[in-house]
T-cell receptor, first 112, second 120 residues
Framework: KNQVEQSPQSLIILEGKNCTLQCNYTVSPFSNLRWYKQDTGRGPVSLTIMTFSENTKSNGRYTATLDADTKQSSLHITASQLSDSASYICVVASGGSYIPTFGRGTSLIVHP | GAVVSQHPSRVICKSGTSVKIECRSLDFQATTMFWYRQFPKQSLMLMATSNEGSKATYEQGVEKDKFLINHASLTLSTLTVTSAHPEDSSFYIC????????????????FGPGTRLTVL
């Protein structure tokens, strides 16, 4: 069964600090992995997308890594801002199917 | 970038009434649209997948007669919650994608802003 596990479930950090969110998956065959940011009461917004051959991708202060061998991904947020407070969702797509598997998300709260 | 809109953004209705939610892709033609439901502090749960001009494919446990999906064109899909009950209160999100068969590994879902449904 395809699964995506995210950790931690929630995280509280101070403004300006860095943090790393984890995503482990068992989706097979692997097609691509995306990180989304979802603000409360809004739809998810794509941050990064990585295919099998990519092991790092950046989008501003967001850097995603992918280890296809260990089936792990991380999202690193640098110099956090209050606006980074949101839920971060890891989504993995399986080859041959356009229906992806969603993680439960990590709720990030950035305090001033 | 691709934009997906939803209307209404928020709706409150009485128990027993039906509610229609629209999902539109504004600047691209979507071959496939997805409908999700999200309860507080939980992840998105896929309800159904629809392709233009064909019947929607519902996920296990989702009542197709209660959640009617119509995908009349490449830019519009509608979800109608029939005879709504308080337990149907949730955040409904649609997404649209353009599936390029030769590049299936890079297909992307573009999400709408969501519709908050409250059934009294």
């Amino acid at each position: 069964k395809n699964q995506v596990e995210q950790s931690p479930q929630s995280l509280i950090i101070l403004e300006g600090k860095n943090c790393t969110l984890q995503c482990n998956y068992t989706v097979s065959p692997f097609s691509n992995l995306r990180w989304y940011k979802q603000d409360t009461g809004r739809g998810p917004v794509s941050l990064t997308i990585m295919t099998f051959s990519e092991n790092t991708k950046s989008n501003g202060r967001y850097t995603a890594t992918l280890d296809a061998d260990t089936k792990q991904s991380s999202l690193h947020i640098t110099a956090s801002q209050l606006s980074d407070s949101a839920s971060y969702i890891c989504v993995v797509a399986s080859g041959g199917s356009y229906i992806p598997t969603f993680g439960r998300g990590t709720s990030l709260i950035v305090h001033p | 970038g691709a934009v997906v809109s939803q209307h209404p953004s928020r709706v409150i209705c009485k128990s027993g009434t039906s509610v229609k939610i629209e999902c539109r892709s504004l600047d691209f033609q979507a071959t496939t649209m997805f409908w999700y439901r999200q309860f507080p502090k939980q992840s998105l749960m896929l309800m159904a997948t629809s392709n233009e001009g064909s019947k929607a494919t519902y996920e296990q446990g989702v009542e197709k007669d209660k959640f009617l999906i119509n995908h009349a064109s490449l830019t519009l899909s509608t979800l109608t919650v029939t005879s709504a009950h308080p337990e149907d209160s949730s955040f409904y999100i649609c997404s649209a994608s353009v599936l390029i068969l030769a590049e299936i590994s890079t297909d992307t879902q573009y999400f709408g802003p969501g519709t908050r449904l409250t059934v009294l």
